[in-house]
């Protein structure tokens, strides 16, 4: 299926998931998001990771015409190591699921390569190692370290573009 076919089942499958996770580590609540303090003792990839899959993307994307669906297939076409997709402080182990499917600890939008640059394609929604940045690679590739309102927005800003309304506020 590609991005173009995408059904809304598809969508709301992955905005089920993304804001699953966004709750589940503090970014958005029922209400108003709290600004501190800083989420602590979950698990994201490092920067280097994120740049990883970006990269990864683009070449899934140059040899098939299409950005992949979901992350695991760029491990199954031998682009991305199955461990870019996890902290590497997670403990050994399988890695976790959410309903049968695996998590990694990335958060990734299927976008289309037309659709505006400063969409989130990736990102991380933990906090690692006391930085004051989320990780996060915008639809035309570039990596940026992010303040949590500065991801709110673009997260905003993503959501309302694939035609979804999920409300992510800062407490002022």
Known sequence: MTNAQQT??????LLGLAVTLAVYFGLVRK???QTAPEQQGGFAVSQASCEEIARAVAAY??????RPE???ELVEVQLLREAALHDDRR???????FRGKPLHDVVY???RRDDAPNLILLCTLVLR????HYHAVTNDGAY???TRPELITALNRTYAAIGKDIPFQEVR
Not at 8 to 13: A, D, H, N, Q, V
Not at 61 to 66: G, I, L, P, Y
Not at 91 to 97: I, L
């Open 70 to 72: 979901r992350l695991e």
């Open 129 to 132: 190692d006391g930085q004051p």
């Open 61 to 66: 994307e140059s040899r098939h015409h299409r």
């Open 31 to 33: 209400g108003p998001v």
């Open 91 to 97: 403990p050994a182990g399988p890695p976790p699921t």
């Open 109 to 111: 939008f299927p976008l």
């Open 144 to 146: 940026h370290a992010m």
């Open 8 to 13: 809304p089942l598809s969508w709301g499958i």
